[in-house]
């Protein structure tokens, strides 16, 4: 059974802090990839990876970093947290091979910031 | 513009009845579509995807896809109360670069 996790599903954090969010997937996908979901707004692209050590801008890079060491870990870095960064965030993994795969999703992380 | 619009509901349907949600997008390149339902509180899961111009059936699911109008549908035949959960269409140009929609929330009443 395929799985996505995520290293918290609440979170609640001031302004100002750091905050990690870690996800790890066990199917050897290449690809992961950071959204979050936003009422009316549906799921934006933070960043992607694509191989260890790679990463690639999505949508709404601004305010964030990531890091990926290891194949099956994908960080989210919020560097000073603001409010306007609470929402839900979503982890995803998938193959990279030839075609299109599916997108495999973490169970989410709700995060607060105050 | 969005990338990726859909009607965002919500849409009720009674129970057996077809429900039908659509989706439109802007890229011309894109060549994948995907419909994935999401439970409230959950992560979405997929359900359908389609390639190619046309009608693919999986069960009670259907997705159409209509490239020179650059518009997806997914029809739900048979609509149960389990079916009730928001609907999220995905569009990509490849495994990288994949665009959701805001989705459109279904509810299925007794």
């Known amino acids: 059974d395929v799985k996505v996790t995520q290293s918290s599903r609440y979170l609640v954090k001031r302004t100002g802090e750091k905050v990690f969010l870690e996800c790890v997937q066990d199917m050897d996908h290449e690809n992961m990839f950071w959204y979050r979901q936003d009422p009316g707004l549906g799921l934006r692209l933070i960043y992607f990876s694509y191989d260890v050590k790679m990463k690639e801008k999505g949508d709404i890079p601004e305010g964030y970093s990531v890091s990926r060491e290891k194949k099956e870990r994908f960080s989210l870095i919020l560097e000073s947290a603001s409010t306007n960064q609470t929402s839900m965030y979503l982890c995803?993994?998938?193959?990279?091979?030839?075609?299109?795969?599916?997108?495999?999703f973490g169970p989410g992380t709700r995060l607060t910031v105050t | 513009q969005k990338e990726v619009e859909q009607n965002s509901g919500p849409l009720s349907v009674p129970e057996g009845a077809i429900a039908s949600l659509n989706c439109t997008y802007s890229?011309?390149?894109?060549?994948?579509f995907f419909w994935y339902r999401q439970y409230s509180g959950k992560s979405p899961e997929l359900i359908m995807f389609i390639y190619s111009n046309g009608d693919k059936e999986d069960g009670r699911f259907t997705a159409q896809l209509n490239k020179a109008s650059q518009y997806v549908s997914l029809l739900i035949r048979d609509s149960q109360p389990s079916d009730s959960a928001t609907y999220l269409c995905a569009v990509g140009r490849n495994n990288n670069d994949m665009r959701f929609g805001a989705g459109t929330r279904l509810t299925v009443k007794p």
């Open positions: 890229d011309r390149g894109s060549q994948s």
């Open positions: 995803a993994s998938s193959w990279r091979g030839q075609g299109f795969s599916e997108q495999y």
